[in-house]
Each structure stands twice: as structure tokens, then as C-alpha cells.
């Protein structure tokens, strides 16, 4: 099995990695980003090649004595593979991945990792490097990712991940990508709200409920009531024109990302240079 398989297989995947405590979601029979990071989190801890994908060893693991999430494990992530070993803002993928979840293993974000590396990233990594006496440059490189994989602890007191850009807050601006990302691979459903299934007005209500803040439910009284913005920033909500006048939307997250509830992909993350969004984009509002 592979991420964008779907059926039955797919369930009982999930159901094992949700007994074995991998898997935290709704059971959807859907292998999306939420499915793959459980299997890839199966596979470090149980010392399998990381891929991400369900093949003849993972089954077998599975079906055996598998460990659980928190068992402890001997190996660290590795360093991105490829190139000259470097990860930075732009870029995403398993790279990114593992660079985000060492970050997040030290303490340095709490978002769950998105495979893009944005601003939020971008902060933390410059927040690692600045608190152990490298070079700040928000880059990932061999330097980074060896302190990131040594023996140095997390800080005591693990710093707020800061964000980037406007928003009346920092924790808020944080907190909603956390909760954003959490809902990766959550199917579409029309007229969803609840992670269960979102349509892309239902999903982004309920993110921005989880942090406090009241939205409207449709894109349209969601554009009408928004503050105007000349570009997005983090938390911000970008609009499109699929049906004529805003009809979809999603939650801004740097770097030319957003987070959404698509009716073909379910939550994700685009690009809004992406071939579909960018002729349809009507802009940003800030609804916090």
C-alpha cells in the first residue's frame, strides 16, 4: 500500500496503527499525509527502511510483535539524503519531514510536521542554530542537522515556535497551523465539520474554533466579514473563484502555501502559484 490507496486494506492499516498508538485520526480507508507519517513513525520506531510505504516487511512487522509508539529505539532520523545535504525555505518533502521532526523532538516546534519547509520552520531552525552557537541562517545543513541528531538536550524551557508575518499573536498564529496540519488526510465531505470530513469552509471554522476565534460558515460571509490585507501573512484565509465570486478558501502558512480542504485531495497543503489556484485567486483576509 502506498499513500493514495483507498479501500478496505486501508482501514484495517489504520486500525493497526491506531491500536499500536501511531494513528490518532478517524479510520477513512483513505492512505493520506496523516497515514504515511503514522507508517513512517511505525517504521523508525520499529527499525524498518522509513518509506513510508506498506510493503512485504512492514506487513510482516505488523502481524509479528510490533513496538509501540514510545517504545524506546536506537536509531535517530537520518540526515537529508541527496545533494549537498542542505534543507531550506522553499523546499519540501521526506527531507523536510525529518528536519521538522527533529526540531519538534527538541522543542523547538510544536506543529505536527508538514513536509514544507515555511516560515514557521524557517523560525525554528534559526532559533536552534542561534541556541547552540552556530551560524544563523535558517538553512539546514551538515552542521544543523549533527547538533540536531547529538546528544544536546532541548531547552529547559522549550520556546514558543515563532511566527512570521502579521496576525494579532504569535501563540494564535502558531497554534492555528498546529491544529491545521494536525487535520492532514482528513477526507472532504460537503458540508463536513468535523475531522471525520471537512468541506473547506467547515474545516477551516472548526481549526480556528479549536484556538477561540468564531468564523462564519460559508467562504462567502467569511470574505464579506474579513479585514483586507494587500498580501497574506500566517493565519490570514485566501479566497478563490471556482464557481464564480469566493467559493473556496484556505489557511495561509507561508512561503506561498495554504492548508485546505480540497474536494479531490481532502486536507492538504497548495501552492497558490499552482496552475489551478493562481488564475482563481481573489486574495487574502485576516479573520482574527
Request: net charge positive; hydrophobic share 30%.
Amino acid at each position: 500500500m502506498s499513500p493514495g490507496d483507498r479501500g478496505n486494506q486501508v482501514s484495517i492499516l489504520q486500525q493497526q496503527l491506531k491500536d499500536l498508538g501511531y494513528y490518532s485520526h478517524a479510520v477513512t480507508g483513505v492512505f493520506g499525509p496523516v497515514t504515511e507519517r503514522a507508517v513512517r513513525d511505525f517504521q523508525r520506531t520499529n527499525q524498518i527502511g522509513a518509506d513510508g510505504l506498506v510493503g512485504p516487511q512492514t506487513h510482516r512487522t505488523l502481524a509479528s510483535s510490533p513496538k509501540r509508539a514510545g517504545d524506546s529505539v536506537t536509531t535517530t532520523p537520518s540526515a537529508p539524503s541527496g545533494g549537498n545535504g542542505i534543507v531550506r525555505q522553499g523546499m519540501q518533502g521526506q527531507q523536510v519531514t525529518n528536519l521538522q521532526q527533529l526540531l519538534r523532538d527538541k522543542g523547538y516546534m510544536n506543529i505536527a510536521p508538514t513536509g514544507v519547509f515555511g516560515d514557521l520552520t524557517y523560525q525554528a531552525v534559526r532559533k536552534f542554530q542561534q541556541d547552540h552557537s552556530l551560524a544563523v541562517d535558517g538553512i539546514a545543513g551538515p552542521a544543523t542537522f549533527g547538533a540536531l541528531q547529538g546528544n544536546t538536550s532541548a531547552p529547559s524551557k522549550p520556546s514558543t515556535p515563532p511566527s512570521s508575518g502579521g496576525g494579532s499573536g504569535g501563540n494564535f498564529v502558531t497554534n492555528v497551523v498546529n491544529s491545521a496540519s494536525n487535520h492532514l488526510g482528513v477526507p472532504y465531505v460537503w458540508g463536513g465539520t468535523s475531522p471525520s470530513g471537512f468541506d473547506c469552509s467547515g474545516f477551516i471554522q472548526y481549526v480556528f474554533k479549536e484556538n477561540g476565534v468564531n468564523t462564519p460558515r460559508t467562504v462567502a460571509n467569511m470574505y464579506s466579514s474579513g479585514t483586507n490585507v494587500s498580501s497574506p501573512s500566517v493565519g490570514d484565509i485566501v479566497f478563490f473563484d471556482t464557481t464564480g465570486g469566493p467559493s473556496h478558501a484556505g489557511i495561509y502558512i507561508g512561503n506561498n502555501k495554504f492548508v485546505h480542504a480540497g474536494s479531490s485531495t481532502g486536507v492538504t497543503v497548495a501552492d497558490l502559484n499552482n496552475s489551478y489556484w493562481n488564475p482563481r485567486y481573489l486574495g487574502a483576509k485576516r479573520l482574527h
